[in-house]
């Protein structure tokens, strides 16, 4: 048995962790005092807690093996079985799972895929991916899932920061992106007052200003780009966004509430704490990447979704300081677990303390970017995120941009069309404004780039993740194959 006292857990906090899936009771919570949800298990020493993890663990993958032809078929292809399982380090045995296993698998035994563990009658939620890049994911939950979905979202939040008394705005898109549900649906296990507004309507932005003016609202989730408009809009309204009261705001979707001067950005605009949170939507609970009140980089919230920081060629798990992609399994779902999904995300993580108490693994720096959105001009590796960050820290710097990358007389081009503020109004200003961007960008990223500034407001906003890269490149390419027929 683990040395966590399970017994006492199940008495004082109605969690019962020695069953699997683990019951819990739906009607507690913490004190409002309380910093911790479930202090047993987040502030325990990782050695313990890891023998609780192993022990779900083990019943996941058990689970899988039984009910899942997808796994049983990987894991017999990879000699591993759920007899490999000994310890947590032997996890890193089991086969990886890319998003396109999960649309083959679908494709093949649809509409679910054969990891679906439960009868299709069983599904209660269905959600998925937008299939902008391919054929849409479709994620079947179960009802029991969603209130654990549920459970773990209230738990988190609270570390964030949130309590019953909040009354949380929500501006994000109610469709299939299950983000915004989850947020919903963490609320209200939470206890909280819920506005789920939603987003991307013509004109919503402005209601979404109005609404919160009349509420006094103190919580606010969206997307970080989302947010930043939100601002804007405010604004062009007259209102400062620091008088809607928001204590907390918390995002997903975006690198962007963990790049060091957009987190600036948003506190120092609505004069609240921003809390970075956010995984894959095949994970829900998302949140279990998430930032505490503290703000000293994502908790990895082991328990709920156990996450390995790995090589993203090997998918081997690295060591603490170490760059890797997340690697996320379930340990506590019954319909679609995800075992050794791979993110694609790049962050590096570490075992030092939070001021919170919580001693999870954490990422210091956030999810900061893509290896799938990485591009490559004159041989240097380039980040959006990094891009962003050089921007913000510049005083004139109007809050939108785009990356063009072209190519001329067989040269990499990076065009970084920036906007900035309206009373930069002097040709004199404008200048000194563009070397300081050019020579930020060429110390942080180096590479050159030809800085073209717009007005404020020149380019349009998003309501969802911002795109802010074209590479036209392969216009190029194209245009010599043309050339040469």
Same mark, same amino acid.
């Given at each position: *048995?683990?040395?966590?006292?399970?017994?006492?857990?199940?008495?004082?906090?109605?969690?019962?962790?020695?069953?699997? #899936?683990?019951?819990?009771?739906?009607?507690?919570?913490?004190?409002?005092?309380?910093?911790?949800?479930? #202090?047993?298990?987040?502030?325990?020493?990782?050695?313990?807690?890891?023998?609780?993890?192993?022990?779900?663990?083990?019943?996941?993958?058990?689970?899988?093996?039984?009910?899942?032809? +997808?796994?049983?078929?990987?894991?017999?292809?990879?000699?591993?079985?759920?007899?490999?399982?000994?310890?947590?380090?032997?996890?890193?045995?089991?086969?990886?799972?890319?998003?396109?296993?999960?649309?083959?698998?679908?494709?093949?035994?649809?509409?679910?895929?054969?990891? =679906?563990?439960?009868?299709?009658?069983?599904?209660?939620?269905?959600?998925?991916?937008?299939?902008?890049?391919?054929?849409?994911?479709?994620?079947?939950?179960?009802?029991?899932?969603?209130?654990?979905?549920?459970?773990?979202?209230?738990?988190?939040?609270?570390?964030?920061?949130?309590?019953?008394?909040?009354?949380?705005?929500?501006?994000?898109?109610?469709?299939?992106?299950?983000?915004?549900?989850?947020?919903?649906?963490?609320?209200?296990?939470?206890?909280?007052?819920?506005?789920? +507004?939603?987003?991307?309507?013509?004109?919503?932005?402005?209601?979404?200003?109005?609404?919160?003016?009349?509420?006094?609202?103190?919580?606010?989730?969206?997307? #970080?780009?989302?947010?930043?408009? +939100?601002?804007?809009?405010?604004?062009?309204?007259?209102? &400062?966004?620091?008088?809607?009261?928001?204590?907390?705001? +918390?995002?997903?979707?975006?690198?962007?509430?963990?790049?060091?001067?957009?987190?600036? =950005?948003?506190?120092?605009?609505?004069?609240?704490?921003?809390?970075?949170?956010?995984? *894959?939507?095949?994970?829900?609970?998302? *949140?279990?990447?998430?930032?505490?009140?503290?703000?000293?980089?994502?908790?990895?919230?082991?328990?709920?979704?156990?996450?390995?920081?790995?090589?993203?060629?090997?998918?081997?798990?690295?060591?603490?300081?170490?760059?890797?992609?997340?690697?996320?399994?379930?340990?506590?779902?019954?319909?679609?677990?995800?075992?050794?999904?791979?993110?694609?995300?790049?962050?590096?993580?570490?075992?030092?303390?939070?001021?919170?108490?919580?001693?999870?693994?954490?990422? #210091?720096?956030?999810?900061?970017?893509?290896?799938?959105? *990485?591009?490559?001009?004159?041989?240097?590796?380039?980040?959006?995120?990094?891009?962003?960050?050089?921007?913000?820290?510049?005083?004139?710097?109007?809050?939108?941009?785009?990356?063009?990358?072209?190519?001329?007389?067989?040269?990499?081009?990076?065009?970084?069309?920036?906007?900035?503020?309206?009373?930069?109004?002097?040709?004199?200003?404008?200048?000194?404004?563009?070397?300081?961007?050019?020579?930020?960008?060429?110390?942080?990223?180096?590479?050159?780039?030809?800085?073209?500034?717009?007005?404020?407001?020149?380019?349009?906003?998003?309501?969802?993740?911002?795109?802010?890269?074209?590479?036209?490149? &392969?216009?190029?390419?194209?245009? =010599?194959?043309?050339?040469?027929?």
């Amino acid at each position: *048995m683990p040395s966590i006292d399970l017994q006492r857990i199940k008495r004082e906090r109605g969690v019962d962790l020695t069953v699997w #899936p683990p019951r819990y009771d739906p009607v507690y919570r913490p004190q409002t005092t309380e910093q911790h949800w479930l #202090p047993e298990i987040e502030c325990a020493a990782p050695a313990d807690r890891d023998e609780v993890i192993l022990l779900k663990l083990k019943r996941q993958v058990s689970y899988a093996w039984e009910r899942s032809p +997808f796994y049983r078929r990987r894991w017999q292809e990879a000699g591993v079985s759920p007899d490999t399982l000994k310890s947590l380090a032997d996890l890193s045995r089991f086969p990886v799972v890319q998003k396109s296993d999960l649309r083959e698998a679908q494709s093949r035994a649809g509409p679910f895929g054969d990891y =679906l563990c439960i009868d299709p009658a069983e599904v209660s939620r269905i959600h998925g991916t937008s299939g902008t890049t391919g054929l849409p994911t479709i994620f079947g939950v179960g009802a029991s899932d969603w209130e654990r979905i549920g459970e773990a979202h209230a738990r988190i939040m609270w570390g964030a920061g949130l309590r019953p008394d909040d009354r949380i705005m929500i501006c994000s898109f109610f469709s299939l992106y299950v983000g915004s549900w989850g947020s919903l649906k963490g609320g209200e296990r939470l206890g909280a007052t819920l506005l789920p +507004f939603g987003a991307g309507v013509s004109g919503q932005t402005l209601m979404a200003v109005n609404w919160a003016r009349r509420l006094r609202l103190t919580a606010f989730y969206s997307t #970080p780009s989302y947010a930043l408009h +939100f601002a804007e809009t405010a604004k062009r309204e007259g209102c &400062d966004p620091r008088s809607f009261g928001f204590r907390t705001l +918390f995002f997903s979707g975006e690198p962007g509430a963990g790049i060091p001067a957009t987190k600036r =950005l948003i506190e120092e605009t609505f004069g609240a704490r921003c809390i970075d949170m956010g995984s *894959m939507a095949e994970m829900s609970p998302w *949140m279990t990447n998430g930032e505490c009140q503290y703000r000293t980089g994502m908790h990895l919230w082991q328990d709920l979704v156990y996450t390995e920081i790995c090589d993203p060629a090997t998918f081997k798990p690295v060591d603490s300081g170490c760059e890797g992609t997340p690697v996320y399994t379930h340990l506590e779902r019954t319909s679609q677990p995800m075992i050794r999904l791979v993110s694609n995300d790049r962050t590096r993580w570490t075992s030092g303390s939070c001021a919170c108490g919580r001693t999870y693994p954490r990422l #210091p720096d956030g999810l900061y970017g893509r290896y799938d959105d *990485m591009f490559i001009v004159r041989g240097e590796n380039v980040y959006p995120s990094a891009v962003e960050d050089a921007l913000r820290s510049v005083d004139g710097f109007g809050g939108e941009f785009r990356v063009v990358i072209s190519r001329q007389d067989s040269m990499d081009e990076l065009l970084v069309r920036a906007e900035y503020l309206p009373e930069k109004n002097s040709p004199e200003e404008l200048e000194r404004l563009r070397l300081t961007m050019r020579d930020r960008l060429r110390s942080r990223i180096g590479v050159h780039p030809v800085i073209e500034l717009l007005r404020h407001g020149s380019l349009p906003r998003t309501e969802f993740k911002a795109r802010r890269i074209i590479d036209d490149r &392969d216009l190029y390419h194209r245009g =010599l194959a043309q050339d040469r027929k």
